[in-house]
């Protein structure tokens, strides 16, 4: 772990791994992505607020652990998977970590592209999520309707736009603390998908 100017990130041989941000923890556990969506910062540029987290490798689940041992995680609001990619591609570790975070009292969160349950047809990914002690969950909405979603996020699995709402929807009945959140463009109806997350029950947000 490294200080650099105020900002504190967290890295392991391959790269940045967490940084700080907004008074939050955030995790960076792959460069994975099972959409494309245009505007992505991997697109663009090789991370954000001036973390570079590109990985050359991706850090197994003991190289996290050994980081965040090292961590005061007493002063973070949340603990966050999100970063230049899907965390739900690595599923077995977000769910490890997630566990390892809830046993010591760390409020988590999952920022994901809702795809987790096309990626693994096997599992119960909601209540797997759950029983992990995951807290929170704010998923990528992006878009007011499928075929506007096709256009944008151009996601490799068949279905993803109504996968990705039934994964919110069952987030809610699980009680976790769900958001949705779209990326403020000209495109995008900002009211109907406040509309969509609202009458599914979520929270909304632009970001
Ligand atoms: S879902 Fe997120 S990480 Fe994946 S391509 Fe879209 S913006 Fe990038």
Not at 15 to 26: D, P, Q, R, S, W
Request: glycine share 8%.
């Amino acid at each position: 772990m490294s200080d650099s100017n105020e900002n504190t990130e967290i890295g392991f041989s391959g790269g940045t791994i967490g940084y700080e941000a907004h008074g939050n923890l955030y995790l960076n556990i792959t460069n994975k992505c099972s959409a494309n969506c245009y505007f992505c910062v991997r697109e663009s540029s090789d991370g954000v607020y001036g973390y570079n987290l590109r990985l050359s490798r991706e850090p197994d689940y003991d190289e996290i652990i050994r980081e965040l041992e090292e961590t005061d995680l007493s002063k973070y609001n949340e603990v966050v998977f999100t970063g230049l990619g899907e965390p739900t591609c690595r599923l077995e570790v977000v769910l490890a970590i997630t566990r390892w975070l809830h046993e010591r009292g760390v409020r988590v969160r999952l920022d994901t592209n809702g795809h987790a349950q096309l990626m693994y047809p096997e599992t119960d990914v909601v209540s797997e999520l759950k029983k992990a002690g995951l807290d929170a969950v704010s998923v990528s909405l992006n878009a007011e309707s499928e075929e506007k979603y096709e256009e944008i996020c151009k996601p490799s699995l068949k279905g993803a736009y109504g996968s990705m709402l039934q994964f919110t929807k069952e987030a809610i009945e699980a009680g976790l603390d769900t958001r949705m959140s779209v990326v403020g463009m000209p495109e995008i109806d900002i009211d109907k998908c406040e509309k969509i997350a609202r009458d599914l029950g979520a929270g909304f947000r632009v970001r």
